[in-house]
């Protein structure tokens, strides 16, 4: 079975810096685009950024700058790190990942059970 297990998350000032953590466990053969997403209270999900498992990355024009997301391929895990966190930036952060299993032929999309990021005074 595969799962994606969140960590780092916190409480930080307006202004400092979090490193957010996802591995990916269990039966895999491969992982393909990885990313961050994150949810608000009373906004939709919404998209952070993502990685390709070459390396190239994508942004939301709201972290542009100020976030940077990377991957560790031997270790199935990826990182986000931010930093000049504003209060906008609180939510709930959530690790996604496209995984092919030993056995299976087909990649799946999995999800993180999501990790809490506040930027507070």
């Known amino acids: 079975q595969v799962q994606l297990v969140e960590s780092g998350g916190g409480l930080v000032q307006p202004g400092g810096s979090l490193r957010l953590s996802c591995a990916a466990s269990?039966?895999?053969?491969?992982?393909?685009?990885m990313g961050w997403y994150r949810q608000a209270p009373g906004k939709e999900r919404e998209l952070v950024a993502t990685i390709t498992r070459g390396g190239t990355t994508n942004y939301a024009d709201s972290v542009k700058g100020r976030f940077t997301i990377s991957r560790d391929n031997a270790k199935n895990t990826v990182y986000l790190q931010m930093n000049s966190l504003k209060p906008e930036d609180t939510a709930i952060y959530y690790c996604?990942?496209?995984?092919?299993?030993?056995?299976?032929?087909?990649?799946?999309?999995?999800w993180g059970q999501g990790t809490q990021v506040t930027a507070s005074s």
């Open positions: 269990g039966s895999i053969a491969s992982i393909d685009d």
């Open positions: 996604n990942a496209d995984i092919r299993a030993w056995g299976i032929a087909l990649y799946h999309n999995y």
